[in-house]
């Protein structure tokens, strides 16, 4: 069983910035993909970014490329992500993903295995 625990979370007014952690709780963490989900209210959960075992390789959605960076630290099982210029359309609860297999669909929901709790981000106007 992998635990993940978001932290960072907050209110920010539009232009800010935060950083997001995600603390895993796994002896393999580098072995795992690992990826940023947001949930806005009456929303879908949607893809935000990933990042493959080695940190080499990342992925983004459209909206927040540009603006946010996915990196880990294998060394302290923590996933980070980066969030600047941020927008009030980036107010969302924001979740911590853990694929253990590196399905390369890494913007689907249904190819992660494990799920944080989710941490609030706020932007005001």
């Known amino acids: 069983q992998v635990e993940l625990v978001e932290s960072g979370g907050g209110l920010v007014q539009a232009g800010g910035a935060l950083r997001l952690s995600c603390a895993a709780s796994?002896?393999?963490?580098?072995?795992?993909?690992m990826a940023w989900f947001r949930q806005a209210p009456g929303k879908e959960r949607e893809f935000v970014a990933a990042?493959?075992?080695?940190?080499?390789?990342?992925y983004y959605a459209e909206s927040v490329k540009g603006r946010f960076t996915i990196s880990r630290d294998n060394a302290k099982n923590t996933v980070y992500l980066q969030m600047n210029s941020l927008q009030p359309e980036d107010t969302a609860v924001y979740y911590c993903?853990?694929?253990?297999?590196?399905?390369?669909?890494?913007?689907?929901?249904?190819?992660?295995?494990?799920w944080g709790q989710g941490t609030q981000v706020t932007v005001s106007s």
């Open positions: 993903a853990a694929d253990r297999y590196g399905d390369t669909n890494v913007h689907l929901r249904v190819v992660y295995d494990y």
């Open positions: 796994v002896r393999t963490f580098s072995r795992y993909t």
């Open positions: 990042v493959q075992w080695s940190g080499d390789n990342t």
